[in-house]
């Protein structure tokens, strides 16, 4: 198949194959369902359609859902309420290695192509440990759904064991993430980059303002890139004179972020700039930044990582004599300045609970993958044990 179908064409297919789930053998058939849906397609946007209030939600459910039943249709050959305990672990294998590639994988670079047009594949290749985790979690969650709802007589992924997977995963997490932050040289030079950037023409200092803004958003605030494309101006309130930042995250939970009088400066010298109201205002209904190709919609996603790739890319000259540099800010992306937040404070000694709170993380544990640079002091400290020592505690015993 030359041209892969998307979610919303699907329908058709799924009939033409007799593929549909209307008499798939894991459906629900001694209790009243508790959806109306008749088949899997009808069944999955039941389920999405939960998440419709949450553009970020939906898109990354409606991604795992659309690559799972056209794997379904295209390599199981059965549907998707036909599924066992051992169609999932075959589909988990696929995820780490999609073949074959030529259908399922479109080239590095090709992420000009949309949903449903000419040349769009749902992978660029296998899934990272992270993506892939993140893949099963939302399988997951379809799969129970479907089965509290009644449509599904079961869910065979109860007997998939994940907890001490997820243990290994945070401690390896917490020992790689150093691979992620910046150190103070590469830092300097990113901000140095950044001061430096392009600003001769009217259009380029516009640019320069938006980039420095954007970057503060990243980094001042630890925002996720779909934060930073989708908040408005009325998310910044001031209370009692101090300056908060409100935003919905992970699992819709509101969270308020502390502005700091660094992020507070970039904010009006870019309204200043803008001929905006000098300090946000409560009825500002209007996107934090706007695009940068089009001023009438609000900067994207996709744009959000283009930009901060060319930041990176730039400031990786600055290191002509060092490839492991070179390399490892040609991998910078937006959510590296996620990383670089949470570290900062965990170095500046802020209190584990307050990090939690500002990064918004549901669970300490995930507070703690980013605890790290306390590691450093204790590494330091026993650099105080000698050979030497032994013997000079021989001695005060002996004395």
Same mark, same amino acid.
């Given at each position: ?5 998307? /979610? ?11 593929? $549909? ?15 109306? &849906? ?5 069944? !999955? +946007? ?22 799972? /039943? ?11 309420? %036909? ?6 672990? !075959? ?36 899934? $990272? ?5 993140? &893949? ?23 007997? #998939? ?14 020992? @790689? ?16 980059? *950044? ?10 200092? $516009? ?30 309130? =001031?209370? @009692? ?12 939970? /509101? ?10 400066? *970039? ?5 200043? +700039?803008?001929? #905006? ?31 901060? =790739? ?28 996620? +990383?670089?937040? &949470?570290?900062?404070?965990? %170095?500046?000694?802020? &209190? ?6 500002? #990064? ?40």
């Amino acid at each position: 198949m030359s041209q892969l179908p998307r /979610l919303e064409t699907l329908p058709e297919l799924l009939l033409t194959q007799d593929l $549909s789930g209307e008499t798939g053998t894991n459906r629900c058939t001694d209790k009243k369902p508790l959806i109306r &849906a008749q088949n899997d397609y009808e069944a !999955i +946007h039941t389920w999405l359609n939960e998440y419709a209030h949450k553009q970020t939600t939906y898109q990354s459910y409606r991604k795992e859902a659309e690559r799972l /039943l056209l794997w379904c249709v295209l390599q199981a050959k059965k549907p998707l309420s %036909s599924l066992n305990r051992d169609d999932f672990d !075959i589909y988990l294998a696929f995820l780490d290695d999609p073949q074959p590639e030529n259908v399922w994988c479109k080239k590095r670079g090709g992420y000009g192509v949309k949903r449903g047009e000419k040349g769009w594949k749902p992978f660029v290749g296998g899934l $990272s440990p992270s993506a892939k985790r993140t &893949a099963v979690s939302i399988i997951k969650s379809l799969m129970g759904y479907l089965h509290e709802a009644r449509y599904l007589d079961s869910n065979p992924l109860v007997l #998939m064991r994940s907890v001490k997977h997820r243990q290994q995963s945070l401690e390896e997490q917490k020992l @790689n993430i150093h691979e992620r932050i910046l150190e103070e040289d590469e830092w300097h030079a990113l901000i140095q980059t *950044l001061d430096k950037w392009p600003q001769t023409t009217p259009e380029e200092k $516009s640019e320069k303002i938006r980039l420095k803004l954007l970057v503060g958003l990243l980094f001042f605030l630890g925002l996720r890139v779909n934060d930073v494309s989708t908040s408005q101006w009325n998310a910044f309130k =001031k209370i @009692n004179d101090l300056w908060w930042f409100y935003v919905r995250g992970k699992g819709d939970k /509101l969270g308020k972020i502390p502005v700091n009088n660094e992020l507070l400066n *970039l904010v009006i010298d870019y309204r200043l +700039h803008f001929e #905006m109201p000098l300090y946000p205002q409560a009825e500002e209904n209007t996107p934090l930044i706007v695009s940068f190709r089009n001023s009438a919609k609000p900067i994207g996603d996709r744009q959000i990582n283009q930009l901060i =790739k060319e930041l990176a890319k730039k400031a990786a000259e600055k290191f002509p004599d060092n490839l492991a540099k070179q390399k490892k800010l040609g991998k910078l992306s937006p959510h590296w300045f996620r +990383h670089q937040f &949470a570290s900062i404070q965990a %170095s500046l000694g802020i &209190a584990p609970e307050q990090i939690q709170e500002n #990064m918004r993380h549901i669970s300490y544990l995930t507070t703690q993958i980013y605890i790290h640079l306390n590691e450093d002091s204790r590494h330091r400290a026993l650099e105080g044990i000698k050979f030497s020592y032994l013997n000079s505690n021989k001695k005060d015993t002996e004395n």
